[in-house]
């Protein structure tokens, strides 16, 4: 009973959601609330009933039908049904010039052959892929239309004159669509697309830079957010894990989008789909080092809040580096990779230093530790050594990596060195991967150099979105990167 | 040209390979082509024509709309479609009879503004999850309906004569697509759904043996794969990864479906969903151990090839069980939570032995190369020293667990046993893990240690699968575990 009670308010809190998430819901209502009572006209007002007669019913279901969200949608579905609809009409017209016999039973058993053939053709064809990605309701309509006028045509005479008046109201039905969705407050996939993919790569972004801080902070507040599924990290992600299908739908209906960049190209919103991808690639290492979080053994937050803050840095550079795409693809302007690798590389180098720095300090740490007293002293003098060892060899390799000269703009040498630089930066990670794990030889170490490793994996894979991003700017002929994109 | 002439050998093998890849979509095509010619009957035939008249139309739209390839989506859209144009036809006859007044301008208003209201709300309604998810398609015919009704209402006198017509040639259609998916030949979504669950299973089961063989095996096949994007591990994964909306759609076409289990109870299909969630998570995990193979620094061969035997059994051990697991779902029986639990257990002992166990050829392996020549003495000493220590603490830790005693088979009892097991294996975990990142101190091992320790992460998260699969044979009564199951 009290369930009974709640419902309504349950009803009226979730209407309330459904309107605020996105206010264009609203408006789109009443844009179709407003077309449905415009064609409805055709039929309340004598003057235009007298010349459309009964088939304004045609119209009426085109406008319930082809009307979706966004201008991409109507457009795909109006032109699906357009085209659907004419090819039938021909093919109805064609079959039943072939059937013209006197004979009423040699007629029937003719269309109903026809029937049954184009029903298993046309069925069939909505398995293939590629039909079954841009024209399924094309096909859909083809085959509605055309049973209608065969079958139609074997009581009726003058089919030819049903199907043009049908065919016109369709005309009528979808030109309103079109006009409704085009000039009165028009929601454009496309722009859904740009939208959803600049929010991507804040959501990553926080939810990077969210995870590291969570993993150096204090450890009771983690182990109550590990009870509610609630968990604000997992949600900033989470709708990149599983945004394949949306991401694909919108950048297909925002390719019928009439819509072009400045220069009069189209936009490439398939490149859109490859971001994601990537993104989406990006993001189940994300996950991983999420999962670090939860892992049950945990390296003593002593040793951990050594490395904080080179953690820290790396993490919010990779943050910096997402946001700055996002800013990139918002304004409409290139980046600079070589700049974005540069820093990355520096808080590569930055953690790296301080692994180095503190050899004597996690020593110290561990000394303080009850599980392996005997052997400490003993680790030390080995350690010492064996640290200063490769460090000396690493250091040389990164400094020669860092003092490439940066000069020139012009496009073509910016690339190559960009191409350089990630050769280079290829190169520098596995070094300071070796150092990284040098120094976290012992055993409470695993889980934070699974982390570490978790977050350089992270700089390859951000490498890859930021080609894909790179890509994108260029194919949509963004401006130029100018001095001073980069700190807004 | 030469692309011309080659279009109708591409097409001709498209359409084979669409044939081919799932036979039952040639028997789909030829069953939607059959229950139209039926259909077509209702018009063909004089004296069904007679009883029928024009509106047999409608039957002739409702194959061609309702018909699907599953017996779900077919049994949920008919019902949608029966049920929005149902209370359509109430809600039009309702309103009529509010606007029974003389004047026609003011019924025309009314009209015009019920068209209005109705689409609007309608149209917002469908934006609401739940109705979208289930009855989206009910509320468009609904919308349709209405309109068609309240519309020609306006000119036609007898309105409930046609309402009556049209839904009952509603039903005729609706009836002969239920028919037509139900007896002849019927696909069942739930069957598909069993099916796909059972093939990721076994798919990750694979990809998971491949990935481990390959990272020990011969260096240079791995090198040619990396190229080709046509990586045979990524395809046994790729369909995991993206099968969130394929899963939904199925589960949910699945619970409109009338099947039942032997004790005629529903078979839960969202717990399928929730098991193909958790095998996405567990997927993530496969991704970043793939990613191992990809990374640019590795481990020297010589000392992987140390512990090839150990790592690769505990990958055929996890692969064993989502194979036991497949089985135990396609074969309708429980599993053994517990001996799984404990064979797991006995792999990752096996794999902390193998690296407990071969120190000495570690370091001698260590000598043979050139980066750390001068410390490897003092560190073989040192070595030897912590890693016995803690050998001995593990060992015991181990034993414990895996003589916890095996006997009685009463479900509740062996229940508790598994999730002691489970506690336990928590327990081992982490051990284990130490140990394996103690061994493995050297530099060139970090890539080793990630690879390992995102071996031991997988078990962690297939517990999480099997909580899940055990949870769904449960729920669905599948016949209890009998020794000899898992031999098959």
């Known amino acids: 009973a009290d369930k009974v009670k709640r419902f309504p308010g349950l009803v009226r809190r979730e209407i309330w959601k459904v309107g605020k998430d996105d206010p264009r819901r609203i408006l789109h209502s009443l844009k179709v609330g407003l077309a449905?009572?415009?064609?409805?006209?055709?039929?309340?007002?004598?003057?235009?009933?007298?010349?459309?007669?009964?088939?304004?019913?045609?119209?009426?279901?085109?406008v319930v039908v082809v009307m979706e969200f966004t201008v991409g949608g109507t457009l795909s579905k109006?032109?699906?049904?357009?085209?659907?609809?004419?090819?039938?009409?021909?093919?109805?017209?064609?079959?039943?010039?072939?059937?013209?016999?006197?004979?009423?039973?040699?007629?029937?058993?003719?269309?109903?052959?026809?029937?049954?053939?184009?029903g298993a053709a046309a069925t069939f064809v909505r398995f293939i892929p590629y039909i079954k990605k841009n024209y399924d309701y094309g096909v859909m309509v083809f085959l509605l239309t055309f049973n209608l006028i065969i079958v139609s045509s074997y009581r009726v005479d003058n089919v030819l004159k049903m199907a043009k008046d049908r065919i016109s109201t369709i005309c009528i039905g979808v030109g309103l669509c079109l006009v409704m969705s085009l000039f009165v407050f028009p929601n454009w996939s496309g722009e859904d697309l740009h939208k959803s993919t600049i929010s991507k790569l804040e959501g990553l972004a926080n939810s990077v830079e969210a995870t590291v801080?969570?993993?150096?902070?204090?450890?009771?507040?983690?182990a109550n957010e590990d009870d509610s599924s609630e968990d604000p990290?997992?949600?900033?992600?989470?709708?990149?894990?599983?945004?394949?299908?949306?991401?694909?739908?919108?950048?297909?209906?925002?390719?019928?989008?009439?819509?072009?960049?400045?220069?009069?190209?189209?936009?490439?919103?398939?490149?859109?789909?490859?971001?994601?991808?990537?993104?989406?690639?990006?993001?189940?290492?994300?996950?991983?080092?999420?999962?670090?979080?939860?892992?049950e053994i945990q390296t003593p937050r002593s040793i951990r809040d050594l490395y904080k803050d080179s953690c820290i840095r790396l993490a919010q550079e990779v943050s910096k580096v997402l946001r700055v795409m996002a800013n990139s693809i918002r304004k409409k302007h290139q980046f600079s990779l070589q700049i974005l690798s540069n820093n990355l590389n520096e808080v590569l180098q930055d953690l790296d230093n301080a692994l180095k720095s503190q050899p004597q300090l996690l020593l110290g740490s561990r000394n303080s530790r009850s599980r392996t007293p005997k052997i400490s002293t003993k680790a030390t003098a080995h350690n010492d050594n064996r640290l200063e060892e490769e460090t000396r060899l690493s250091l040389s390799s990164?400094?020669?990596?860092?003092?490439?000269?940066?000069?020139?703009?012009?496009?073509?040498?910016?690339?190559?060195?960009?191409?350089?630089?990630?050769?280079?930066?290829?190169?520098?990670?596995?070094?300071?991967?070796?150092?990284?794990?040098?120094?976290?030889?012992?055993?409470?170490?695993?889980?934070?150099?699974?982390?570490?490793?978790?977050?350089?994996e992270m700089v390859a894979k951000l490498d890859h979105v930021m080609d894909k991003v790179e890509e994108l700017g260029r194919m949509s002929h963004f401006r130029e990167f100018r001095d001073g994109d980069d700190d807004e």
Chains 1, 2 share one sequence.
């Open 36 to 62: 449905l009572a415009l064609v409805s006209l055709l039929y309340l007002m004598e003057p235009l009933f007298k010349g459309i007669g009964s088939n304004a019913m045609w119209a009426v279901m085109t």
């Open 78 to 118: 109006g032109l699906n049904r357009g085209l659907g609809t004419s090819l039938a009409g021909l093919l109805a017209f064609f079959i039943e010039y072939l059937a013209d016999n006197p004979d009423q039973i040699f007629r029937a058993i003719f269309i109903g052959a026809a029937v049954f053939l184009l």
């Open 213 to 222: 801080v969570e993993y150096f902070s204090d450890s009771k507040k983690q």
């Open 233 to 295: 990290i997992y949600k900033c992600y989470e709708a990149v894990l599983d945004s394949k299908a949306r991401d694909e739908t919108l950048a297909l209906q925002a390719s019928w989008e009439p819509r072009y960049s400045k220069c009069c190209q189209r936009i490439p919103w398939q490149q859109y789909a490859k971001v994601g991808a990537s993104l989406r690639h990006f993001s189940y290492t994300v996950v991983a080092l999420h999962g670090c979080l939860q892992s």
């Open 398 to 456: 990164i400094k020669s990596d860092c003092c490439s000269p940066v000069g020139s703009k012009s496009k073509e040498h910016s690339r190559e060195q960009i191409k350089e630089g990630q050769r280079q930066k290829k190169v520098l990670r596995p070094q300071l991967s070796k150092i990284i794990i040098t120094s976290l030889e012992f055993s409470e170490a695993l889980p934070f150099a699974a982390f570490t490793s978790m977050l350089v």
